[in-house]
């Protein structure tokens, strides 16, 4: 119970909205409208934690549905951790707003999309 009321980043809880609060603070430095990503080129994107992002993403509906299936919410819990967690670690190692145009849009469209499943799950 201790561990359900601390706010701290040991409370996955907190671990996965700070992940969604890290992207937020990213868009509102960015100062663009997110419609502006809907074609962004995505072929930018081309580094390993980049890639393990959007694996990450596209195993998204295959673990809602497991964790429906299985009445197991937690599938969904633990994969939403994940997904933070490797957030967490892009984020300290990446810059998202770079001079170039065509990567900063991808690796926007990127966290944007991580943060859309993170509010969603």
Request: aromatic residues 10%.
């Given at each position: 119970m201790d561990l359900a009321k601390s706010q701290?980043?040991?409370?996955?809880?907190?671990?996965?909205?700070?992940?969604?609060?890290?992207?937020?603070?990213?868009?509102?430095?960015?100062?663009?409208?997110?419609?502006?990503?809907?074609?962004?080129?995505?072929?930018?994107?081309?580094?390993?934690e980049e890639?393990?992002?959007?694996?990450?993403?596209i195993d998204y509906p295959d673990t809602l549905e497991a964790a429906a299936k299985e009445r197991?919410?937690?599938f969904l819990a633990f994969?939403?951790?994940d997904l933070a967690g490797a957030f967490h670690s892009y984020y300290n190692?990446?810059?998202?707003?770079?001079p170039e145009q065509e990567l900063k849009l991808a690796r926007m469209a990127l966290i944007v999309?991580?943060?859309?499943?993170?509010?969603?799950?």
């Open positions: 701290s980043n040991d409370n996955p809880v907190c671990y996965v909205q700070y992940a969604h609060a890290r992207i937020n603070s990213v868009i509102t430095q960015w100062g663009e409208e997110i419609s502006t990503l809907s074609n962004a080129p995505t072929n930018w994107l081309s580094n390993e890639f393990a992002l959007i694996q990450k993403l197991a919410p937690h994969y939403l951790k190692s990446t810059r998202f707003l770079v999309a991580i943060q859309q499943v993170i509010a969603n799950g």
